[in-house]
């Protein structure tokens, strides 16, 4: 059986801040299911050390980045995990990247070569006997596995690594003079390997040092290599087009199934949505109205087109549509927001951070708004498509390759699952929802987009034979 260690920031149930946390907490059963055992390597923060209650301490270091550690290895919610406990570097309240005041962590260097050298280490000592084949690590903070596994294995890392990068805007960036205390090599640090523009990047060890690298979608994976949205790493892409791929995201089709959603009043068809509606407006104090109820969960930063939706919005609300929006994040957001739905009866906010409420929503919607920026895959159009809640969606990455557009041909055909809009400003987006209004307002129709949008494969079940394909090329030649 194929050993793969998967090494990552995050990890659902236990830590969360956005996708890659699902991805990193589903792959391991859907591998499973294709004979891979995949065990993901995570850092042991305060609140993760909380939920681990019997573990074995697999491998201890006297000293890693400043400090003792060990990593154990438990057994949370059926997932086999190896966990870095490392007090000095992760046992502090909050957020895993930033402190108090909303800056990053100034030690963040330190904190994720740590989770990289532990899982270098475990690559080539392997933990308790067991050794992996394959390491998969994940976005910038797993980035420098590759130079550790150089290091610790003289130049000859048995297991090659793979690198998915979920979002190319975070580099994992530090100043050159920390390369001596992160243990890196200073042969290396030149542009072939983690130097950029004379800082030293995680992100561009991992792309540098990767046999092979993935992303979230196939749209995304062409996008990287343009400078448009390769946020500085378009060139070192292309230089590597031939090891680059894309894999789109699955949703677990345990948690998000309507017919058994513990949150909703479970439904079938979307005739079932109606009651879920009715709640949600009530949870929200949104009155009854004629046009469409639109929802949207998201972290609240620039990538997420907020200030878009913003602008756009009395289109939607000029034709009796609705707003319901959960999300946390930038501060000036958060006030435009509150405002927006302070000056309109058919908008309300919710700020926080709400897995619950967001099945909630995504079972009473009847549409799903995902205006990004960029996107490399998404997963809320994801779930809105399985639960029959039509995604408005900007024309990019993961959501170009996931949505449907309803256009003339695609409705003729019977294949449309949503609405795409393109370029990705406020004015088209306001057209969109127009457009979104029209559909909604044509109730055959819109039976028929809800319908196709149930039946899409949204599943891990392709996805993880595309994993598994790439690791057999590795392994195997
Ligand atoms: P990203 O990883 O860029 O944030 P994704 O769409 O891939 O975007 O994943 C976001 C995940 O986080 C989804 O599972 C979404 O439901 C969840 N999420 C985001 N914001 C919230 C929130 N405020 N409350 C509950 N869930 C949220
Ligand atoms: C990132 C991306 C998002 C993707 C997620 C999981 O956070 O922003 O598009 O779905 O990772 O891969």
Redesign the pocket.
């Known amino acids: 059986m194929t050993r793969v260690l998967s090494v990552a920031s995050e990890c659902v149930p236990l830590v969360?801040?956005?996708?890659?946390?699902?991805?990193v907490g589903a792959l391991p059963a859907a591998m499973a299911q294709l004979g891979y055992e995949m065990r993901a390597l995570i850092p042991g923060y305060r609140s993760v050390m909380k939920q681990v209650k019997t573990s074995k301490a697999v491998v201890a270091f006297d000293d890693l980045f400043g400090g003792p550690a060990r990593v154990v290895a438990a057994k949370v919610a059926g997932l086999n995990l190896l966990v870095l406990d490392a007090p000095h570097l992760f046992d502090r309240a909050g957020s895993p990247y930033l402190d108090d005041s909303g800056a990053d962590w100034e030690d963040n260097a330190e904190r994720f070569a740590a989770l990289s050298y532990a899982a270098a280490h475990i690559a080539q000592n392997g933990a308790d006997g067991w050794q992996p084949d394959i390491v998969h690590g994940h976005d910038w903070q797993a980035g420098f596995v590759p130079e550790f596994m150089h290091r610790l294995a003289d130049g000859q890392p048995t297991a090659p690594f793979v690198f998915t990068v979920?979002?190319i805007a975070f580099h994992g960036n530090c100043a050159a003079d920390r390369r001596a205390a992160l243990l890196l090599d200073e042969g290396r640090f030149n542009a072939d390997h983690f130097e950029f523009w004379g800082q030293i990047s995680a992100l561009k060890a991992g792309l540098t040092g990767a046999q092979r690298i993935t992303t979230?979608s196939q749209t995304y994976a062409e996008e990287l290599m343009t400078p448009e949205f390769g946020m500085g790493m378009d060139g070192v892409l292309r230089a590597r087009r031939g090891d680059l791929s894309g894999i789109v995201?699955g949703i677990d089709l345990d948690v998000w199934n309507s017919e058994t959603d513990a949150e909703i009043t479970p439904y079938k068809t979307p005739r079932g949505k109606a009651a879920n509606k009715a709640a949600l407006q009530a949870e929200f104090g949104l009155g009854q109205s004629d046009g469409p109820l639109c929802v949207l969960?998201?972290?609240l930063?620039e990538?997420?087109g907020i200030d878009l939706l913003i602008k756009a919005v009395p289109t939607l609300l000029g034709r009796g549509g609705q707003l319901a929006l959960?999300?946390?994040g930038a501060a000036q957001l958060e006030v435009a927001l509150h405002a927006l739905a302070a000056q309109n009866e058919n908008v309300a906010v919710?700020i926080?951070?709400?897995?619950a409420?967001?099945h909630r929503m995504?079972a009473g919607g009847d549409a799903i708004l995902?205006p990004?920026r960029f996107?490399?895959?998404?997963?809320?159009?994801l779930?809105g498509l399985r639960y029959g809640t039509v995604p408005l969606v900007a024309l990019t990455g993961g959501l170009a390759d996931t949505v449907i557009n309803a256009s003339p041909a695609a409705l003729a055909k019977n294949a449309a699952t949503g609405v795409q809009f393109f370029p990705i400003t406020a004015e088209a987006l306001s057209n969109a929802f127009t457009r979104l209004c029209d559909l909604y307002h044509a109730p055959r129709t819109w039976g028929v987009l809800q319908r196709n949008a149930m039946k899409q494969p949204v599943g891990w079940e392709t996805s993880a034979k595309a994993y598994g394909q790439l690791y057999s090329d590795l392994t195997q030649g």
């Open positions: 969360k801040t956005g996708g890659l946390a699902d991805v979920h979002n979230v995201n969960v998201s972290r930063t990538q997420k959960l999300g946390s919710k926080g951070y709400d897995e409420l967001a995504i995902v990004s996107e490399p895959c998404g997963l809320t159009q779930y």
